[in-house]
């Protein structure tokens, strides 16, 4: 146990003394959160969106139909963007003409401008087709989204209740009685929503743009940290370290889980340091420090087992670096790390909640939202599950290494006494 502890010891203490410990696993990071959470913090959806301003001109004209005057286009201004729920985010200015609309949001006056066109009632009634229009500023994307959402609801509500009555004429001779009042009655359905936030837990957080990066970017340079210290395992072969172990009683498992324990203690200490300087200095919310600290040991358990099983096939430091790119890049762009994991496609966001990294980005996360220990357990299982095969795996590896190894010792022995 005391030869083991010796073991875990040594490799963090030659990792601290060197210049990249402090600077590139320890200082960077923490300027890569400040550079993204910066750049990236402009569409923070956790953060409350501030009031803009919302042209609107339209040149529709009243159609009659069935005894009823219909104007859509007034329908989507007073009944839709001048609702209530609406006017918690814009106020709407009244535009003239729709040269005038475009000009404003060029000269960034208005955030986005709404024209409705000519014959835009007749058009909806006759079922030909027509579109309004939604003229945006690219820089006030947020302000284009909530803009173009109600726009796509008014829209699909409109053609909803065209089809229903349409239905019931189809379905119904001219001599039925209430046909009108049926027709009636849909077109004066309310088809309005407020717009509301449903959560399966009122304890949830949101989590920041900056808390993410935070979490990322601690995930990615943490894998960094543990091929960093791979290099010692590739080392320990090319100096016989691993033979000289071999001949002692230490078992092979013992060797092993030095090393792993090792990376274990070494990303610990890099995410406590980086996470704690994060949260004081860029007010990064990261929740429960001691769901934290099980979250990294069990994440770097994994990577661990991952970067002993490399270390362990390598067979010289020029293969370690070229794995070393491979498994950083790779898992931090699958993982989540580089990509925000919502952004990527379908497909990738299954492959990120499967591979280590990801896992881990995930449990982080779910700390991060306050949600308790138990959110956490199966995906922290399942680290451990997949850290055990890598290290049976690893195992295998390790034991036909150093079989190969005695074997070229022994016939360079041979070769010397002749």
């Given at each position: 146990m005391i030869r083991l502890l010796k073991l875990i010891l040594l490799d963090l203490k030659l990792l601290s003394k060197t210049k990249v410990f402090y600077?590139?696993?320890?200082?960077?990071?923490?300027?890569?959160?400040?550079?993204?959470?910066?750049?990236?913090?402009?569409?923070?959806?956790?953060?409350?969106?501030?009031?803009?301003?919302?042209?609107f001109y339209s040149e529709d004209s009243t159609v009659t139909e069935n005894n009823q005057n219909f104007s859509l286009g007034e329908t989507l201004k007073s009944e839709v963007l001048e609702s209530k729920d609406a006017k918690s985010y814009f106020t709407i200015k009244k535009i003239s003409s729709y040269s005038e609309g475009q000009k404003m949001v060029k000269d960034k006056k208005i955030a986005a401008f709404v024209y409705v066109p000519k014959n835009f009632t007749k058009a909806y009634l006759d079922d030909t087709k027509t579109n309004i229009s939604l003229i945006a500023d690219n820089s006030s994307i947020l302000d284009k989204m909530i803009v173009k959402n109600i726009l796509d609801r008014f829209n699909e509500n409109i053609r909803t209740i065209r089809i229903e009555e349409n239905e019931v004429l189809s379905k119904a001779t001219l001599s039925t009685p209430n046909l009108q009042f049926l027709i009636s009655k849909i077109q004066t359905t309310d088809y309005s929503s407020e717009l509301s936030t449903v959560s399966t837990n009122k304890n949830i957080k949101s989590v920041s743009v900056m808390t993410y990066c935070t979490i990322a970017i601690c995930v990615m340079f943490s894998i960094l940290t543990a091929l960093e210290l791979s290099h010692s395992i590739v080392e320990d072969k090319l100096n016989n370290t691993q033979f000289r172990i071999k001949t002692t009683p230490a078992l092979d498992i013992q060797y092993a889980l030095g090393k792993i324990l090792g990376i274990i203690l070494a990303i610990t200490v890099q995410m406590s340091i980086v996470l704690t300087a994060c949260h004081l200095i860029f007010g990064a919310d990261l929740g429960n420090p001691l769901y934290l600290l099980i979250?990294?040991?069990?994440?770097?358990?994994?990577?661990?087992?991952?970067?002993?099983?490399?270390?362990?096939?390598?067979?010289?430091?020029?293969?370690?670096?070229?794995?070393?790119s491979a498994v950083l890049w790779g898992l931090s762009i699958l993982g989540g790390s580089i990509i925000q994991k919502n952004a990527l496609p379908a497909a990738l966001q299954k492959i990120q909640q499967i591979v280590p990294n990801g896992k881990a980005i995930n449990c982080y996360l779910k700390v991060c939202e306050g949600s308790n220990f138990m959110a956490t357990s199966v995906d922290l299982l399942e680290l451990l599950g997949l850290g055990i095969v890598f290290l049976v795996i690893s195992m295998h590896f390790y034991r036909y290494t150093g079989s190969t190894t005695k074997i070229n010792l022994h016939h360079n022995a041979q070769k010397t006494a002749f």
């Open positions: 600077l590139k696993l320890i200082l960077f990071p923490i300027a890569i959160v400040l550079i993204l959470g910066t750049a990236f913090g402009n569409s923070d959806s956790s953060k409350p969106a501030s009031k803009f301003q919302l042209g979250v990294t040991i069990c994440y770097g358990f994994t990577v661990g087992s991952i970067v002993f099983c490399v270390g362990t096939v390598a067979k010289d430091q020029s293969s370690i670096s070229s794995y070393a």
